[in-house]
């Protein structure tokens, strides 16, 4: 692959004595980077969630979105060959101080409605998610094994969107009196800025790949470390690669619905208050979807080839049905004729359907895109190679977030944003069954990212990498 470093075991199979709540397995550090998702990108989901950032006028949070998933849509794709140079805490740290800046941004909108502040502060952490998300994604699916991939990839989601839940009950708990209020107050934004402080400082304890363990004692990398001429090369041979554009649709479809989600049924359908206790819902709802899909993905059947196959199969039938309702509910609104605001508590059975979409849409979005992660993990089992799939799913997702919040502020007609959406999702997943049948392999080995075992040291010499690895100080150099 062109990298240069001291060569570890990653092949060798051994049966390691060690539990798996050890520092340095992939429980704790899935778990770790949970925690930092959760106070980060998930406290940031429960703020868009609000619709329009929390704001009535919905522009500000449009324009400063656009220019979010634009600066994220490049630094998602180069953030794979960051990580693989600097290692995972200069990239996560540096990717989630971005956030902060975000949500004070929204502090200052609420009493200067300058939009200016907060459109510089999405540029900026389209920059930071860029790099946090490329190292998600290669710690996700690079430090299980194989045939836990789902397992961890339903567990980190679940943490993740804990955030957006709880970060849903913090504008519910603090506008619960203020019916007629439409943009949340100052409270709510500091509140955002505590949580996503802490996770800038949790993500100082994530290891590195080359010090982290599986569960069957074969190391997540063989590689201490990365040049940039060497990522430059590999970043642009993602371009060229037959899998990625078999999964580009997939991405560009999996961010695409944020803004009609957000802003055009919780955002308009639903009181300041409600929308809050909606986010609760729809984050919640997350975690269920992930589980169940990962559940799937991982134990359904032996062949792994099949559980992918049955994974979208399930996905496609739930994405059918639920834009489906979709279709039926957006058929009584528009922005011509906007529905009256539901309150949870005083509309009665009118509130119910349109909750019911809503919690139903986020247990769509947590399906979708936990198979799409099962499917790039499956694809290779190396941190390098992965960071940079991961980087690419994550920048193709970006433009396509980008290009959406720009089609809501041009007020796109909502049944025509509705139909996009479902067209969207609708083409990825024959393409993802054809890559799924080309690329996936029942013997749970990929092409990319395995090492001739002939070049390796014996057992006994990783069982004692082991041993060293877990006594090690956390506070090593990453690179």
Partial sequence: ?????????????????YSLFR?????????????????????FNALSGMGGGGQLDPTAANNANTALYTTFSVFGILGGG????????????????????????????????????????GAVLGIGAGLLWAGQGAIMTSYPTATRKGTY???????????????????????????????VNDKTYIAFMCFMSAGAALSLAILPPSRVIRDDGTRCTNIKYSKVSTEAIEILKLFRNW???????????SNFFYSYQFNNVNGLMFNLRTRGLNNVFYWGAQMLGSVGIGYVMDFSFQSRRTRGLVGIGIVALFGTAIWGGGLASQLNYSHDDPPKRLDFKTSGNDFAGPF??????????????????????ALADDSETLSRYTGFYKGVQSAGAA??????????????????????????????????????????????????????????????????DYNEPVNSTST
Avoid at 1 to 14: L, T
Avoid at 407 to 434: A, C, E, F, G, R
């Fill in 403 to 468: 290009v959406a919040w720009q089609v809501d502020t041009h007020k796109v007609s909502l049944l025509s944003q509705l139909i996009i959406n479902w067209s969207l999702t609708t083409v990825s997943y024959p393409l993802l069954v054809v890559l799924v049948m080309l690329a996936v392999k029942d013997d749970d080995k990929s092409k990319e990212g395995t090492t001739n075992g002939s070049d390796l040291p014996s057992a006994p010499t990783i069982a004692g990498n082991i041993a060293k």
């Fill in 23 to 43: 520092y340095n397995s992939p429980l704790v550090q899935v778990s770790l980077i949970g925690l930092v998702c959760f106070c980060c990108p998930g406290m």
């Fill in 1 to 17: 692959m062109g990298f240069e470093g001291d060569e570890e075991a990653a092949a060798i199979q051994i049966s390691p004595k």
């Fill in 243 to 253: 899998k990625m554009r078999l999964l580009f649709p997939a991405a560009w479809a």
């Fill in 153 to 183: 990839i339903s567990l980190f989601w679940s943490i993740f969107n804990m955030g957006g839940v709880v970060g849903g009950l913090i504008p519910f708990i603090m506008s619960y009196h203020r019916t007629e209020a439409e943009s």
């Fill in 82 to 121: 960051v990580y693989n140079i600097f290692g995972p805490r200069v990239t996560l740290a540096a990717g989630c101080s971005t956030y902060v800046l975000y949500a004070g941004s929204f502090l200052y909108y609420n009493h200067h409605h300058d939009q200016t502040f907060a459109v510089v502060a």
């Fill in 356 to 377: 019911v979409l809503y919690f139903s849409y986020g247990l769509l979005d947590a399906m979708f895109q936990s198979m799409v992660y099962w499917v790039i993990g």
